[in-house]
T-cell receptor
Framework: GAVVSQHPSWVICKSGTSVKIECRSLDFQATTMFWYRQFPKQSLMLMATSNEGSKATYEQGVEKDKFLINHASLTLSTLTVTSAHPEDSSFYIC?????????????FGPGTRLTVT | KNEVEQSPQNLTAQEGEFITINCSYSVGISALHWLQQHPGGGIVSLFMLSSGKKKHGRLIATINIQEKHSSLHITASHPRDSAVYICAASGAGSYQLTFGKGTKLSVIP
């Protein structure tokens, strides 16, 4: 089946620094990718929808200047957490629908655990 | 906005038991997804269905569109089935998923 990868799988950074997380669709093209964050023992919360070649759409309450999303190609979306703070520590997951039809199966990346010290 | 409710929130079963996890949603959808998340965090898509029933190994997913309800069944449960199971609904005309809060399943040997 289709595969979505994320890199890195975990990262520890100091407060005030920026961290980039990559999401790649390995064997299919994804014009749309989704970024989620998950706090311990909670469900996934959609942060933003990444659109290839255009600006990302952010959910209410998500700061677009803090969470920069770039979807420069049909197989790669990046999420950059700028000026990270300890409260940004979370599990970040991306997903991509496998195909051009609405409602197609979604493929999830393995996630990136971010710890900000 | 769709609301997705799952039950139970936590479930402990003995190995070999038949398990059912329920999911209900409030508005019409294009598809209902069942996902599995292991303690390490990675998520695996188990099923996507818009009608009827699907089976994969010991897992069975059903959906009743009229009642806006889906169930995930696990037959002959095994400790390796221990995970969080999440249902998620994709709305009509949208890729976006609305997630349930998940059901934490623990299967005891």
């Amino acid at each position: 089946g289709a595969v979505v990868s994320q890199h890195p799988s975990w990262v520890i950074c100091k407060s005030g620094t920026s961290v980039k997380i990559e999401c790649r669709s390995l064997d299919f093209q994804a014009t749309t990718m989704f970024w989620y964050r998950q706090f311990p023992k909670q469900s996934l919360m959609l942060m933003a929808t990444s659109n290839e070649g255009s600006k990302a759409t952010y959910e209410q309450g998500v700061e677009k200047d803090k969470f920069l999303i770039n979807h420069a190609s049909l197989t790669l979306s990046t999420l950059t957490v700028t000026s990270a703070h300890p409260e940004d520590s979370s599990f970040y997951i991306c997903s991509a629908p496998g195909g051009g039809n609405i409602g197609n199966e979604q493929y999830f990346g393995p996630g990136t655990r971010l710890t900000v010290t | 906005k769709n609301e997705v409710e799952q039950s139970p929130q936590n479930l402990t079963a003995q190995e070999g038991e038949f398990i059912t996890i329920n999911c209900s949603y409030s508005v019409g959808i294009s598809a209902l997804h069942w996902l599995q998340q292991h303690p390490g965090g990675g998520i695996v898509s188990l099923f996507m269905l818009s009608s009827g029933k699907k089976k994969h190994g010991r897992l069975i997913a059903t959906i009743n569109i009229q009642e806006k309800h889906s169930s995930l069944h696990i037959t002959a449960s095994h400790p390796r089935d221990s995970a969080v199971y999440i249902c998620a609904a994709s709305g009509a005309g949208s890729y976006q998923l609305t997630f349930g809060k998940g059901t934490k399943l623990s299967v005891i040997p």
